[in-house]
C-alpha cells in the first residue's frame, strides 16, 4: 500500500482546476481506510504545495456516501 508522502513531480497525478482555492476530498467508510486515508493525505499534500486548502469528509463505516444518500433521501 503506498504511505502518504506523495510524488511531488509527478506528470500523471491529478491536479485542480486553476482557479480553485478549496478541495473537498470525500473518504469511502467501505473502503480499505488506511489505503484511503493515504490517498487522501496524498492530494492534500500535493495541493497544499499550489496554495490549495483540502478538507476531508468520511463516510459511515460499512457505506459510501451514495448508499448514506440513498437511506436519507
Same mark, same amino acid.
Given at each position: 500500500? !503506498? ?5 511531488? #513531480? ?7 482546476? #486553476? ?5 473537498? *476530498? *470525500?473518504? #469511502? ?10 490517498? *487522501?493525505?496524498?492530494?492534500? $499534500?500535493?495541493? $497544499? %504545495? %499550489?496554495?490549495?486548502?483540502?478538507? $476531508?469528509?468520511? $463516510?459511515? !463505516?460499512?457505506?459510501?456516501?451514495? #448508499?448514506?444518500?440513498?437511506?436519507? !433521501?
Amino acid at each position: 500500500v !503506498a504511505g502518504p508522502e506523495p510524488v511531488m #513531480d509527478d506528470p500523471d497525478c491529478v491536479r485542480p482546476p #486553476d482557479g480553485i482555492t478549496e478541495t473537498f *476530498l *470525500l473518504g #469511502d467508510g467501505d473502503s480499505d481506510h488506511f489505503a484511503t486515508e493515504n490517498v *487522501l493525505k496524498r492530494y492534500a $499534500a500535493r495541493w $497544499a %504545495q %499550489q496554495g490549495h486548502t483540502t478538507r $476531508a469528509a468520511w $463516510a459511515e !463505516a460499512g457505506s459510501d456516501f451514495n #448508499d448514506m444518500w440513498r437511506v436519507r !433521501a
